[in-house]
């Protein structure tokens, strides 16, 4: 928090009671300096999210977000969640490509939908996802695995793109490496991320690169 960063995932889903009160913990906390997400990485059952969520809430813990908390294939259940919580859910491992996102906007299954560059197989695909949800009026996340800032530049250009339809960010990977070995490119500076106005994605150089014949 007091590097800026005024939006906090918390990785949950392995022991319910235990995520509870570590969220609650967390609440008390950072309350009124930064809001908290929720990822539970399908490690809930539809009724245990909705136990879980509906414990948080009663005790005044405002979550931004919850991130995937059934199963991937489980659309039925992740509808079971969406209509009887009021905390947004957002679908990942859900969604990768534009069918499922359109099956999933039918269903009313999520209120959010996260674009991954690794999941959706590149940009092409990412910017239907973003232009399909734009059309229904449902927000877009985008969001990265452990990358460097080369491979999360060309997300952040599609964020700025598409920004009508990307409204929040997850974009850490390249502030969790020991260094950074790109000089140019977009800026990565704590919560800040900046891009220039260089041509392509603005890289000058990448110290130390060895080319392998």
């Known amino acids: 928090v007091d590097r800026g960063f005024d939006s906090l995932k918390i990785k949950v889903g392995k022991d319910i009671g235990v995520d509870i009160e570590r969220t609650k913990a967390i609440h008390a906390a950072v309350e009124g300096r930064a809001l908290l997400r929720l990822d539970a990485n ?14 948080l809430e009663d005790a005044g813990v405002k979550l931004e977000l919850v991130e ?16 009887r919580v009021h905390t947004p859910v957002m679908a990942d ?6 069918m499922e996102v359109i ?3 039918r269903m009313r299954a999520a209120d959010i939908v996260n674009i991954n560059l690794i999941k959706t197989c590149g940009l092409s695909n990412a910017i239907r996802i973003a232009d399909i949800a734009a059309i229904y009026g ?6 990265c695995m452990l990358e460097g800032s080369i491979s999360v530049a060309a997300a952040v250009h599609l964020a700025v793109a598409k920004s009508h339809a990307i409204t929040k960010i997850d974009l850490d990977g390249p502030s969790l490496c020991a260094f950074n070995p790109v000089d140019g490119g977009v800026l990565f500076n704590d919560s800040e991320i900046s891009v220039t106005d260089a041509p392509g994605l ?3 150089e990448i110290r130390g ?3 392998v014949a």
């Open 42 to 55: 399908q490690g809930w059952t539809p009724k245990q999210a909705v136990y879980a969520l509906q414990t």
């Open 93 to 98: 491992e859900s969604v990768f490509g534009p």
């Open 202 to 204: 603005g890289i000058r």
């Open 68 to 83: 995937q908390p059934v199963k991937a294939h489980d659309l039925e259940g992740l509808r079971y969640v969406t209509e």
């Open 209 to 211: 690169l060895e080319l």
């Open 138 to 143: 449902v927000d877009c996340m985008i969001g």
């Open 103 to 105: 099956e999933l906007i």
